[in-house]
C-alpha cells in the first residue's frame, strides 16, 4: 500500500501501535465507529463493506508469523469481520487461526479450493479446514476459476460438483469462483445458477485492460450473485503471481490515489465490499478509516476516476492472464 520503511522501523511502529491500541482498550477507550454494512447478494448475509485479504501478510518473507498475527489482530480491532484467505497464502491460514482464537464464529470466513476438479480440491480444502482450526468456512470458492477450462463444472467430480457437495455436507455455507482473467468466459459460469457470490478484479485501471464491470457485474446481478472486489488498488507493484515482495512493496496505484480507488470499487453496482490486503497495522487502520469514510463517488469525481484509470492503464500490462 505504501513504501516500505527499513524493517527495524516497521517492526518498531507495528509493535508499538498494537501496545498503544491495547491500552487505549484497556483504559476504556471507545471503540472504532461501526464500518457500513451491505447485504452479500441472494444470501442476505451482511457484511463490512471492507474484508481483509490474508495474502500480502501471509505471503511475504518480510512479515513474520507473528507480525501477520498482529496484523489480522488488528483488523478485528478495527470491526473488520470479514477475512479472505486461501491454501497458497503460505503461513496466512495458520497466522489467521491464531489471530481468531475463540472469536471464529464473530467472523465470515473464506479461502479458496484450487485445481480442475474434485479430488484436487478437496485436498486443497481438507488443508485449509485443518490449518485455519475450523470445521466449516462460510463460503468456499473455485480459486481462479479462468485459469481452468469452463465445460463439464457439473459433471461428477467437477469443480461446481464439488462445490455443491460441500455445501450441502454443510462446510461451506455459501459457494463461488474467484478469476483475475478471462472475464467473458467465467461470466457464463453464473448462468448455472449454483454461485452465491464472486471475487473479481475490479480496480478504476483495469477497468480499461479486463474490464469485469462490464463483461461480468451485469451477470453477476442478474442471477443475484453477491460480488466481492479484489486487487481495488492494482495489486502488489511488480508482482503478477509469486510471493508479495520481500521487501513488502507498494501497490500498483499511487498512495496519493488509494482513497479514490477504493471509493471506486465500492460504488460499483452491486459490489458487496472490497478485499483489501495489509502489511502492516498502518495499513489496516488506514483502509478502514476510509471504508468508514465512505462516500458513492459523484458524476465529476466517476469522470475523474475514468481518467486516471485510463492514464494509469496505459503504463500497466495484463498481468493477470487473458482479457478477453
Given at each position: 500500500?505504501s513504501d516500505?520503511?527499513d524493517?527495524?522501523r516497521r517492526?518498531f511502529?507495528?509493535t508499538?501501535g498494537?501496545?498503544?491500541g491495547g491500552?487505549?482498550?484497556?483504559a476504556?477507550?471507545a ?37 501477520a498475527?498482529?496484523?489480522?489482530r488488528?483488523?478485528?480491532?478495527e470491526?473488520?469481520t ?5 491454501r497458497?497464502?503460505d503461513?496466512a491460514?495458520r ?5 481468531l482464537?475463540?472469536r471464529?464464529?464473530?467472523v465470515f470466513?473464506t479461502?479458496k479450493a484450487?485445481g ?5 480440491m ?13 470445521d466449516h ?5 473455485w480459486?481462479h ?6 465445460e463439464?463444472?457439473?459433471d ?9 457437495r ?21 461470466a457464463t459460469?453464473?448462468?448455472h ?7 473479481v478484479v ?6 480499461w485492460l ?14 443475484g450473485a453477491g ?5 481495488v488498488y492494482?495489486?502488489v ?6 510471493r508479495?515482495g ?10 496519493e490515489?488509494?482513497?479514490l480507488a ?5 460504488s460499483?453496482p452491486?459490489?458487496?465490499a ?5 502489511h502492516?497495522?498502518?495499513?489496516v487502520?488506514q ?6 469514510g ?10 475523474q476516476a ?8 496505459a ?8 482479457t478477453g
Open positions: 500500500m516500505r520503511p524493517l527495524t517492526q511502529c507495528q508499538s498494537a501496545l498503544a491500552l487505549l482498550r484497556a476504556g477507550a471503540a472504532p465507529a461501526p464500518l457500513p454494512r451491505r447485504a452479500l447478494g441472494r444470501s442476505g448475509v451482511e457484511l463490512p463493506i471492507l474484508g481483509l485479504g490474508t495474502a500480502c501478510a501471509g505471503q511475504s518473507h518480510g512479515v513474520s508469523f507473528d507480525e498475527v498482529t496484523v489480522y488488528a483488523a478485528l480491532d470491526g473488520i470479514f477475512f479472505d484467505a486461501a497458497g497464502y503461513k491460514e497466522a489467521l487461526r491464531e489471530a482464537g475463540t471464529r464464529e464473530e470466513l479461502t484450487g480442475p476438479g474434485a479430488a484436487a478437496r485436498q486443497s480444502f481438507e488443508t485449509s479446514l485443518r490449518e485455519l482450526g475450523t468456512v462460510d463460503l468456499l470458492y480459486h476459476a479462468g485459469g481452468y477450462r469452463q463439464g463444472v457439473l461428477p467430480d467437477g469443480a461446481f460438483d464439488y462445490l455443491q460441500e455445501k450441502q455436507a454443510g462446510r461451506a455455507r455459501w459457494i463461488g469462483f474467484t478469476s483475475h482473467s478471462h472475464p467473458t468466459a467465467v459460469l453464473l448462468q445458477g449454483v454461485v452465491d457470490a464472486v471475487m475490479l480496480n478504476l485501471a483495469d477497468r479486463y474490464d469485469f464491470e462490464s463483461k461480468l457485474l451485469p451477470a453477476a446481478r442478474a442471477h460480488v466481492l472486489a479484489m486487487k492494482g495489486g507493484r511488480g508482482n503478477h503471481w509469486g508479495y520481500e521487501p513488502p512493496q507498494p501497490s500498483h496505484v499511487p498512495t490515489h488509494l482513497p477504493l471509493r471506486y470499487a465500492l460499483l452491486g459490489v458487496t472490497a478485499v483489501v490486503g495489509c502492516s497495522v498502518e495499513q487502520r483502509n478502514a478509516a476510509w471504508a468508514r465512505f462516500q458513492p463517488l459523484s458524476a465529476t469525481e466517476q469522470e475514468a481518467q486516471l484509470g485510463r492514464q494509469l492503464a503504463g500497466w500490462q495484463p498481468r493477470f492472464g487473458p
